[in-house]
């Protein structure tokens, strides 16, 4: 079976439509009208609601709830997306409302600029509640590099103060340091996280190993992109904090993926890309500042409000919006709400519990993820003895038109591939995904 479209027809896309096209389109117009667009996204929710009735949560850890929500996505037929990491997709109704926000804007910009920038508030709100905030603690970036970027360059740090990073650290993750380091000379040091990592006290600990009295924040992933551990932020930041240390986490994958309480956690920056878990379009992010930062960090971005004093809102003054990116993204969260993020959390767990026992059977396998479902979420990280990752991904592809990617580096012995079980991919698609690692692990290509 092949079912990828050819790259030219994708290219196709944006490169005009045909004169029959066009006509199509200006018929299908009609049905994106404002109003049509609001009875889809009802229809969907009800539809939704009436999943949660039938089925209470215990009662659904596979099969026909989740077979019938996969459906109010909009992939391209037989197309297996397990690869959330990068950039994830839209649910229907959050599409939907990006449509009709960009509406606004062809039809009365006038909106744009006077109606549309208040809704900003209501999902601030949305965000803040779903990650067990205030709204006050919130900014509305455009993706989490920018909340890293606002978090080293905003400290006040001088030559000589250390800052601690994981040795896994994504380039957004790293390079805001590399830059602090360049201007003002701080230093910066790596901790091992070990491949996969052990325990909780065992990354803890090697944190606490490294602080010493220069040591001014640890930053780490919560969601480490190459081996797909979640780190334990909430007992990291319990050691650091007693220390004077702050933590800053960049948690890219997090949203969307794990039922988080940012105040439970404790951390005190925190940056997240709504568009690979949550199903927000691309160009939206959110930026965590605990309140007692909020006067001491420096914002980045200056316009009118930067100098106000007691709220994240100081670092959100980045002149004209997408603001209907930042409306979709209020759908994102209702769309994830009406389902239930504790559910969610609990499926895609459930799902790489399950792939990661099962890729346990196969010979040849080195898990770079934890098996612990306290350390691991919906990524999970691998390699095969003597198979090329490359192959790997390209045999999936095209075999099953399932998408995972590489990651890591040879040179360091994280190469490897990584797969996303998100909730619209099913059991069945992560047999199919182990049939093919499994005859690849036989044949060692
Ligand atoms: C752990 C981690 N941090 C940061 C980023 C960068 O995210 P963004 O491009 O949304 O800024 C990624 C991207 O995948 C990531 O995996």
């Known amino acids: 079976m092949n079912n990828r479209v050819p790259e030219n027809e994708e290219k196709d896309v944006f490169r005009g439509v045909s004169r029959r096209d066009f006509v199509r ?10 109003t049509a667009l609001n009875r889809m996204n009802a229809a969907v929710y009800q539809s939704i609601t009436s999943l949660n009735q039938k089925y209470i949560e215990d ?28 950039v994830g997709p839209m649910p229907k109704p959050v599409f939907n409302t990006l449509l009709k926000a960009f509406k606004v804007q062809a039809t009365n ?25 205030s709204e006050d603690n919130i900014v509305l970036t455009r993706n989490t590099t920018e ?10 740090l001088k030559e000589g103060d250390e800052i601690l990073l994981s040795d896994m650290e994504h380039p957004g993750g790293t390079h805001p340091w590399n830059l602090k380091r ?19 006290e065992q990354v803890v600990g090697a944190f606490e190993k490294a602080i010493t009295p220069k040591t001014k924040a640890i930053s780490i992933s919560q969601t480490v992109f190459i081996s797909g551990l979640i780190a334990p932020i909430k007992e990291l930041c319990e050691m650091a904090h007693k220390k004077g240390v702050l933590v800053i986490a960049d948690s890219a994958h997090g949203i969307g993926m794990l ?20 199903g927000a379009p691309c160009g939206v992010g959110v930026f965590y ?13 200056a316009s009118s409000g930067w100098d106000r004093e007691g709220t994240a809102a100081r670092f959100e003054t980045l002149g004209q919006r997408a603001d209907p990116l930042i409306i979709a993204l209020g759908e994102a969260i209702d769309f994830q709400n009406r389902i239930g993020k504790h559910r969610i959390e609990k499926r895609i767990k459930t799902m790489a519990g399950y792939l990661k026992r099962e890729l346990g059977r196969i010979p040849g396998i080195k898990l770079h993820t934890p098996m612990d479902p306290y350390l691991s979420g919906g990524l999970t990280a691998f390699s095969v003895e003597g198979v ?58």
Do not use: C
């Open 182 to 200: 360049a201007r003002y000379g701080i230093t910066i040091k790596t901790v091992p996280l070990g491949l996969p990592s052990k325990s909780v």
């Open 259 to 278: 039922d988080m309480n940012l105040e439970t956690m404790g951390v005190d920056l925190f940056a997240t890309s709504p568009y690979k878990w949550l």
């Open 147 to 156: 909340g890293m970027n606002f978090s080293a360059n905003g400290l006040d």
């Open 25 to 34: 389109y200006l018929v299908a117009g009609s049905a994106l009208s404002i």
């Open 109 to 133: 910009p006038y909106d744009v600029y006077s109606f549309i920038p208040r809704k900003r508030s209501e999902v601030r709100a949305k965000v803040a509640a779903f990650l067990g905030t």
């Open 289 to 301: 500042v605990k309140k007692e930062l909020q006067d001491k960090l420096w914002p980045t971005i």
């Open 388 to 445: 090329d990752p490359r192959k790997m991904v390209d045999y999936v592809r095209e075999k099953y038109n399932i998408v995972i990617r590489t990651i890591g580096n040879p040179q360091r012995g994280t190469y490897g591939v990584r797969v996303s079980t998100h909730i619209f991919v099913s059991m069945k698609h992560i047999d199919m995904f182990l049939e093919g690692v499994g005859h690849l692990a036989r044949r060692k290509v």
């Open 59 to 86: 009662e659904s850890p596979d099969g026909v709830y989740w077979e019938a929500l996969s459906k109010h996505f909009m992939f391209q037929d037989g197309f297996i997306m397990m690869n959330n990491g990068t």
